[in-house]
Nanobody
Framework: QVRLVESGGGLVQAGGSLRLSCAASGSISSIGPIRWYRQAPGKEREWVAT???????NYADSMKGRFTISRDNAKNTVFLQIDSLKPEDTAVYYC???????????????WGQGTQVTISS
């Protein structure tokens, strides 16, 4: 079984920074691309950024400049640094990852439970 757990969310004033983490655990053989998404109240979930297994990154156009995704393969953890936070960044942030477990030869996409980020003006 594989589990993704996000952390690092909270209530922050506009202009501040946050670093979110997504840690994978369980019977992991390898992890492919890891992605961050967010879902604001009343809106659809939107893709934020992706980091590949060799740390190539890609961002949604609206996220370029203030969002930085990175990963630590030794710790099976991915990070999302968000700078110059704005009230419109308020959302639940989720990660997902394509994981090949020790029990299966095919990768499976797992989601975390999300971490709430609330930005006050």
């Amino acid at each position: 079984q594989v589990r993704l757990v996000e952390s690092g969310g909270g209530l922050v004033q506009a202009g501040g920074s946050l670093r979110l983490s997504c840690a994978a655990s369980g019977s992991i053989s390898s992890i492919g691309p890891i992605r961050w998404y967010r879902q604001a109240p009343g809106k659809e979930r939107e893709w934020v950024a992706t980091v590949t297994s060799n740390s190539n990154t890609n961002y949604a156009d609206s996220m370029k400049g203030r969002f930085t995704i990175s990963r630590d393969n030794a710790k099976n953890t991915v990070f999302l640094q968000i700078d110059s936070l704005k009230p419109e960044d308020t959302a639940v942030y989720y990660c997902n990852a394509d994981v090949r477990s020790t029990l299966s030869s095919d990768p499976i996409r797992y989601w975390g439970q999300g971490t709430q980020v609330t930005i006050s003006s």
